[in-house]
């Protein structure tokens, strides 16, 4: 079944306590994203990756840190999480970065920092 | 900059009565737009989505949405609501020079009342 999957899907974590939440898409897609999701703003984005070892900023990108060695992962990493980063966060893929492709997304994942 | 405006952060409908839900956009250019819908718990699914070919796009689950350039606005509509369309749309544009990013309204969540 062609999906994109996260872990975890929950995780209640304390301020400037590392932490990766994983991302894997089994479609072969190029592009890769990740959005966070909080009432009353929509979706907005974090990260995005073209294709492997090519990232770039979205409109959120501050706390963040993500990595793309292979073409099915896509990370997200937060290395000193803050209470602000409470959200709900998805990952995204398409098979390439044009803008009439159809994004997939991922189950989510809630993160509570404390 | 391009952005996404939804009218009414909730809408309740009867069983059986039409659904319409508001998407304007404001751009330099016609942008590509989408129709996302998130059930409970669930990642966004896309529903439909305005490529530049026809005006009247249709979707899954008997949705429709119609873009009109003179109005910039691309509603999405249902003529009969069932009990499983509530959910949260999302409405969302991209525009050719954007790298596959989404840039999503607030959105709406549908309640349906029997």
């Known amino acids: 079944e062609a999906q994109v999957t996260q872990n975890p899907r929950y995780l209640i974590t304390v301020t400037g306590k590392k932490l990766t939440v994983t991302c894997s898409q089994n479609?072969?897609?190029?592009?890769m994203s990740w959005y966070r999701q909080d009432p009353g703003l929509g979706l907005r984005q974090i990260y995005y990756?073209?294709?492997?070892?090519?990232?770039d900023k979205g409109d959120v990108p501050e706390g963040y840190k993500v990595s793309r060695k292979e073409k099915r992962n896509f990370p997200l990493i937060l290395e000193s999480p803050s209470p602000n980063q409470t959200s709900l966060y998805f990952c995204?893929?398409?098979?390439?970065?044009?803008?009439?492709?159809?994004?997939?997304f991922g189950p989510g994942t809630r993160l509570t920092v404390l | 900059a391009q952005s996404v405006t939804q009218l009414g952060s909730h809408v309740s409908v009867s069983e059986g009565a039409l659904v319409l839900l508001r998407c304007n956009y404001s751009?330099?250019?016609?942008?590509?737009l989408f129709w996302y819908v998130q059930y409970p718990n669930q990642g966004l699914q896309l529903l439909l989505k305005y490529t530049s070919a026809a005006t009247l796009v249709k979707g899954i689950n008997g949705f429709e949405a119609e873009f009109k350039k003179s109005e910039t606005s691309f509603h999405l509509t249902k003529p009969s609501a069932h009990m499983s369309d509530a959910a949260e749309y999302f409405c969302a544009v991209s525009e050719s020079d954007s790298w596959g990013k989404l840039q999503f309204g607030a959105g709406t969540q549908v309640v349906v009342t029997p």
């Open positions: 990756s073209m294709n492997v070892e090519v990232t």
């Open positions: 479609m072969n897609h190029e592009y």
């Open positions: 995204a893929s398409s098979q390439a970065a044009f803008s009439t492709d159809t994004q997939y």
């Open positions: 751009s330099s250019v016609p942008p590509y």
